[in-house]
Structure formats: structure tokens, C-alpha cells
């Protein structure tokens, strides 16, 4: 059994080939950086037209690399939402087209259950039930995990997530799109020892979360030094700091709420190091186990969405020829409706 996933819900391209014996046996990225850099951020616009210009290409080379006929594929998962409406029109109008000219099923995905079962895909895999912590784009959110398809929401972010929080806080230090990995490179050279960067909403009980006001905090003390290089190293480092502790104070309160011993990490924020390492220092000192995708998969990509796809086949899952995309849809709901 052979799946073919594709993601296409922002500015990654991704597509993958995921085998029942061998996991992932291809796996091709396109990142659309250069297109949206100029502007800061993400043009929707830009990013739908670049994902038609690259999608056909990719899936071509991405059956060559695997040495894969289309008699091999047994069906074609595509992200289903949430995402940029565009973008994410672009791949489900693909999958389907080639789902339907292959007579395969067509299996629509949610973005953020790619995230939580990229795990799935290492050696070393969590066994059902744990705790996620999804750290992607923009969202911020702590998932009890009974099994596929059954994900209990116990805390989220109630304004800017945490990757929103990184990237906001770059942009105002002047680093380049995207900026939330250059303000985890700078903060490696900075020392925050004397700046107490407040830990949000920590000090009441509850599991949600709140960066807004960390970012403006450290858009305050940005305003208020001399703009060097140094200077803004240490306000990475402490601003960092700040939100890692945030997101470990707040695993351990879940991990003690719920009782599970197994942790997942998912999402782009899910590749920093100095989150991996705290993390793993909390698991350690309450006996528990930390997963984390590897570096590759914890960005968006198509190896996870096809993961997905596989688990939702073997489940007889079909989503017809009808193109639906959701741009909001909450994890826990089995449709998009």
C-alpha cells in the first residue's frame, strides 16, 4: 500500500510517498521564502499562484524518485484545512483531478493532525495515549491524544501563538522573513541574565496560552536600547526563554492533569533547540518520554500529511470527487462543517 500526500495550505509545496513496509520512500519540498521575503510575510495571492506553478512538477519527480507507477499508489491525501484558502484549493483541486483520473479514493487531511502523527514516522514512536504540544505557525495548543481522530483541546493560545509571537518579534528587530528561526540564531549569542521577561498567564491556573503581551514587551525594550546587534541578541535570548518556559510550565501542568507519561513536540516550533532541551529535562525529572518529528517534517511537508492519509485509508476513508476545503477548522471536529 502506497500513499500519496500532498500539502499546499501556506507557502510550503510538499509531497510525499508513504509505503505501508518502508515509510516514506520520497519525499519533495518547495518553499516559497523568496517569493514572500519583499514583503514580510505571506501574500496569499503569490502563494496560490507559486503552488500551481510547483505542484505538478513535484508530484512528477516525487513518483520518480520513488520508482512509483500510478497503478502503485493506492490513494491520494491532500491537506483539507485549515490554511489560506487559495493555497489549500490548489492542492485538494489536484488531488482530486488525479484521484479521479487514477480511479483512486481521495482522503482530505487536517494540517494540524499531520503535525501531531509526524512523530508516528520515526523509529522511536509514541504508542496512543499522550499529551501534544502543537507549536505550528499559528497555533498554540496542548491535545490530549486517545487515538486517531480522538484529540481532546485542553489549552490553546487565545491570541498570537507562539510561532506568531517569534516571527512578530524578529520583524520588529529588523531580521529578515521568516524570522522566528534567525530569532532563535541570534538569541544563541545573547545573554538575557538581567532582563525578567514576564511568563504569560502562568501565575493562574488553566492550560491556555497568551504571547501578545510578550511581544510587546520586547518590542518596549527593543525601543529602548541603542539597536546593536548585541543588544538585540540578549532580547532574543530572554524573549526566548520567556516562551520556553512558558510552554514547559505549562506540558507539566497538562502532563500532571491528565497522567500521561508520553509527550509529543509538533509543529515548526517544535525544531528549536532550546525548547527540545527543556523539554527533555522535564520529561527526564518526571519519568516520563519525550517524540519529536525529525527536523525535515516538523515544518510543513507532505511526508506527514501522507502518514495521515495512510492511517485515515485503513479506516475505508473517502472523501469523493466533490472539492471542500476548510480554512478554519478545529482539530477536535471530525468535519469541516
Known amino acids: 500500500m502506497r500513499i500519496l500526500g500532498i500539502e499546499s495550505s501556506c507557502d510550503e509545496t510538499g509531497i510525499a510517498i508513504y509505503d505501508e513496509q518502508s515509510g516514506i520512500i520520497a519525499h519533495k519540498l518547495y518553499s516559497q521564502v523568496k517569493v514572500h521575503q519583499e514583503y514580510g510575510g505571506v501574500v496569499p495571492e503569490l502563494a496560490s499562484r507559486d503552488h500551481v506553478r510547483k505542484i505538478i512538477p513535484l508530484i512528477r519527480d516525487t513518483l520518480k524518485e520513488a520508482h512509483c507507477r500510478t497503478e502503485d499508489i493506492s490513494a491520494v491525501a491532500y491537506t483539507q484545512g485549515p490554511g489560506l484558502i487559495g493555497a489549500l484549493l490548489v492542492g485538494a483541486t489536484v488531488a482530486k483531478s488525479i484521484a479521479f483520473a487514477w480511479n483512486k479514493p481521495a482522503l482530505g487531511i487536517h494540517h494540524l493532525e499531520g503535525h501531531l502523527l ?120 530572554a524573549f526566548q526563554e520567556a516562551v520556553v518556559d512558558t510552554l514547559a510550565i505549562k506540558c507539566k501542568r497538562a502532563l500532571k492533569q491528565t497522567g500521561h507519561k508520553r509527550l509529543v513536540v509538533a509543529g515548526g516550533v517544535s525544531a528549536n533547540l532550546s525548547l527540545r532541551e527543556k523539554l527533555a529535562k522535564l520529561m527526564q525529572d518526571l519519568g516520563g518520554e519525550v517524540f519529536y518529528p525529525r527536523h525535515e517534517y516538523c515544518t510543513d511537508n507532505g511526508a506527514m500529511i501522507a502518514y495521515a492519509g495512510f492511517c485515515h485509508f485503513k479506516q475505508s476513508k473517502d472523501d469523493g470527487h466533490t472539492i471542500k476545503v476548510f480554512p478554519r477548522w478545529p482539530l477536535a471536529s471530525s468535519s469541516g462543517e
Do not use: C, W
Not at 491535545?143 to 509571537?165: C, H, M, P, T
Not at 504571547?211 to 546593536?228: C, I, M, Q, W
Open 118 to 237: 509526524a512523530p508516528m514516522l520515526e523509529e522511536n514512536k509514541p504508542d496512543f495515549p499522550f499529551l501534544a504540544l502543537l507549536v505550528s505557525g499559528g497555533h498554540t495548543m496542548l491535545v490530549s491524544v486517545f487515538g486517531l481522530g480522538n484529540y481532546q483541546i485542553i489549552g490553546e493560545s487565545i491570541d498570537d501563538a507562539a510561532g506568531e509571537a517569534f516571527d512578530k518579534t524578529a520583524k520588529i528587530m529588523g531580521l529578515d522573513y521568516p524570522g522566528g528561526p534567525l530569532l532563535a540564531k541570534l538569541a544563541e549569542q545573547g545573554d538575557g541574565s538581567e532582563m525578567r521577561f514576564p511568563r504569560p498567564m502562568t501565575d493562574r491556573p488553566g492550560l491556555d496560552f497568551s504571547f501578545s503581551g510578550l511581544k510587546t514587551f520586547a518590542a518596549n525594550r527593543v525601543a529602548a536600547t541603542d539597536g546593536s546587534l548585541q543588544a538585540n541578541a540578549n532580547i532574543a535570548q
